[in-house]
């Protein structure tokens, strides 16, 4: 399908593509799966990464956050300038307040003040998140959300930047909690990095040294203020009808397959068209086409469904979304 844009929107193509290489200086061979955390942040969602620990997950946080100066109006929580970055590493024995903060008594005003906790931040790595149990997973359900978080009877605002990248162990792993549905669809994407190729691990093993000094190696290519342009100009690249009624059919399509039990909701598919959009942007577009929709309907909409087997996980949203870019092929639109 060959789609022209009809407003001829001009994007940031220079800035996300030195953002893309700055992180590659670290995150090596997994070109594909940085452009998918790019897309979550231009999308402003979140991203789960379940992946075996040494995978890069955590070194993805620091990179990203490294890379964008400025951020928060209070104080920057580190010295170098840029956008404040938390990490949380998840146990059992984690509570709700560790992340959102509490209530303690200043002895010099005489009353209680609220002190606020590593969720208020702009980049959050939230590190093996399905070792904290329920309780405390439900504690970023609301700033995920709603970007913001309530604490008895005031509710805080998070920064319009608030990025979430969870990790988490593979399901099979001892000490594990399964994450609930409803946190589950917080996530705008589930990717794995996987392990990387033996030529680009022989070149990790060469240069390692470099590779774990992030802060020396990663510079501050873009603004706070760039991220959040690049976020409004990502709202306006297009979508054409055929598009839009593609995403339509295949979500309707998981709901009515006889392999999945519950399929993909109304606000899964509205995530999946801003991640089309992201995408298209990030690839130096301003048109989502056919091919957006099979680099991303795995990683957006299969965490969201709940399937009646095993074996038809893969083969039943596969079926799907094959049928809409069988159609969408046939298709010459704005040609």
């Not at 940085?34 to 070194?59: A, F, M």
């Not at 008594?105 to 399905?130: Q, R, S, W, Y």
């Amino acid at each position: 399908m060959n789609i022209n844009n009809p407003t001829g929107a001009e994007f940031h193509t220079e800035k996300l593509r030195v953002l893309t290489e700055n992180i590659g200086k670290i995150i090596r061979g997994k070109e594909t799966e940085v452009r998918y955390v790019i897309t979550c942040l231009l999308s402003r969602g979140h991203i789960l990464l379940e992946d075996n620990p040494g995978s890069g997950k955590t070194q993805m946080a620091k990179a990203l956050a490294q890379s964008i100066s400025g951020g928060l109006d209070e104080a920057p929580l580190n010295t170098s300038g840029t956008v404040a970055f938390r990490r949380i590493q998840f146990t059992p024995d984690l509570l709700p307040m560790d992340l959102i903060g509490s209530h303690i008594f200043d002895d010099d005003k005489k009353e209680f003040i609220f002190k606020k906790g590593p969720l208020f931040t702009n980049v959050l790595l939230a590190d093996e998140i399905n070792r904290a149990s329920p309780k405390v997973q439900s504690a970023l359900l609301e700033c995920m959300a709603e970007n913001q978080i309530s604490v008895g009877d005031k509710t805080w605002q998070l920064d319009k930047f608030f990025f979430t990248i969870a990790t988490q162990n593979p399901i099979e792993s001892e000490g594990t909690y399964p994450l609930p549905a409803a946190q589950l669809d917080r996530f705008f994407m589930k990717i794995s990095f996987g392990y990387v190729s033996a030529e680009t691990e022989l070149g990790i093993y060469t240069d390692y040294v470099r590779i774990n000094n992030v802060k020396s190696e990663i510079k501050q290519v873009l603004s706070y203020h760039d991220i959040i342009s690049l976020q409004q100009e990502a709202e306006q690249v297009y979508v054409h009808p055929e598009i839009l009624k593609a995403v339509v059919n295949i979500t309707q399509g998981t709901r009515k397959h006889m392999d999945i039990a519950v399929g993909c909701s109304t606000r899964g598919g509205i995530i999946f068209i801003r991640c089309l959009k992201s995408w298209a942007l990030v690839n130096q577009r301003s048109y989502v086409t056919e091919d957006d929709i099979r680099m991303l309907a795995h990683v957006v909409l299969h965490h969201r469904m709940i399937f009646r087997n095993r074996e038809g996980t893969a083969r039943a949203l596969q079926s799907i979304v094959d049928k809409e870019i069988e159609r969408l092929s046939k298709l010459s639109i704005g040609s």
